[in-house]
């Protein structure tokens, strides 16, 4: 506590002015303070001289938007057509129209040095391998591999939990799916494929589409899992270019799968073919993205008693409902009739043709 200066010049009438100077000395000496002010009611800061101004910091370089379309455009020596799936497109079918222009390519604007005409990014000049032509594809697969390194790879991806996996849905092979593929085999020598949806109905559509888009060979297949080997000389730094697709195209407009009167039946018998099929038991219940890979076989097992069959598809979904009807259309085949409530109904086709031209094949010669 600091004392004001009248109260230390007040003086005790039992002391001397000695003794008055003597303490006014010691508590000057342990508290020092400006006996000429009134006691302050707080602590007072030493004055300092004012700071300078700190100079205001540049300003930050804007942003630069990004580029839509880069300096030169992507080039690819993959010698096949880019497409958005290479398994469930049919080169046979011809659209009659498209839902955009043909003039957005889904590669981006610029991007690909391949013109995109609504289905495809056509390849021009001479169509060779993956890897230029058989002879560097075999160098890059090397020397068979043995029963025993097969095993070794085999039982290490064919589990569930294998983190080198692939998910093949109904769009197939799909062209980005290359470059997924190639992105595991920098650290992996397989990659474990599990196939799922329409794409199913045909595996070996599905085997002989990796194997060539890819490069690499197929060294197991159960059901619908599939490993895919890199081959034994196969360098990551050496990987084609695959540009990458930047949306998914609408799909192209194509004839109607189902027409108003099938061919070789009236309209009185396709109606009565119908009214068979829709009262007829189903012959298999499918789900949505199952397993069908014994679907075609069933359905040609069932021809063989049978002039209609049903297909339930009440949980596939209307698309996935068609596409399993083009499918087996090709497959089995047969000529789809009616897609109604998610029901196929499908129609074996004249059968008295066919077995007439078959035993005149078979017939010897006279």
């Known amino acids: 506590m600091l004392f004001s200066p009248k109260l230390l010049s007040w003086t005790c009438p039992r002391q001397s002015q000695a003794q008055a100077a003597l303490l006014r000395r010691l508590f000057c000496a342990f508290y020092p303070t400006n006996l000429d002010d009134d006691d302050p009611p707080f602590t007072r800061i030493p004055k300092s001289p004012p700071r300078a101004p700190t100079p205001p910091p540049p300003p930050k370089p804007k942003d630069q938007p990004a580029k ?4 030169e455009p992507a080039h690819s020596d993959l010698p096949f057509d880019f497409q958005y799936s290479y398994s469930e497109t049919d080169p046979a079918w011809k659209p009659i129209g498209f839902r955009e222009p043909t003039r957005f390519s889904p590669f981006g604007p610029g991007r690909l040095d391949r013109p995109w005409d ?11 391998d993956v890897y230029g032509s ?4 075999d160098e890059v697969l090397g020397e068979a591999l043995s029963e025993a390194e097969v095993a070794e790879l085999v039982e290490r991806y064919r589990h569930s939990d294998c983190s080198r996996q692939i998910n093949l849905g109904k769009g197939g092979v ?3 799916m290359l470059d997924d593929i190639h992105n595991h085999w920098r650290r992996a020598e397989a990659v474990r494929i599990k196939c799922l949806g329409v794409a199913t ?3 070996d559509n599905i085997c002989f589409h990796l194997e060539d888009k890819t490069g690499g060979i197929i060294i197991h297949c159960s059901i619908n899992i599939l490993i895919l080997y890199r081959g034994r000389n196969y360098d990551p730094k050496q990987r084609p270019v695959i540009p990458l697709m930047l949306w998914k195209p609408l799909a192209p407009i194509y004839p109607k799968v189902v027409q108003n009167v099938a061919e070789g039946l009236t309209f009185e018998e396709t109606k009565e073919m119908r009214n068979r099929g829709l009262h007829s038991p189903p012959l298999m219940k499918l789900t949505r993205n ?3 890979v014994n679907v075609v076989d069933k359905v040609r097992e069932a021809f063989k008693t049978s002039e209609v069959v049903r297909l339930d598809c009440s949980h596939t979904g209307t698309s996935d409902c068609k596409r399993i009807g083009v499918k087996l259309r090709d497959l089995v085949p047969c000529i789809p009739i009616l897609f109604k409530d998610e029901q196929i109904i499908l129609w074996r086709g004249k059968r008295d043709q066919e077995d007439s031209v078959s035993a005149h094949c078979t017939s010897p010669p006279q």
């Not at 839509?68 to 300096?71: G, L, V």
Request: proline fraction near 4%.
């Open 134 to 137: 058989a002879s560097s594809r």
């Open 290 to 292: 199952g397993v069908y």
């Open 174 to 176: 799909t062209h980005n």
């Open 118 to 128: 609504g289905v495809a990014a056509r390849a021009e000049g001479n169509r060779e």
């Open 201 to 203: 109905l045909d595996m």
């Open 68 to 71: 839509i379309s880069p300096d």
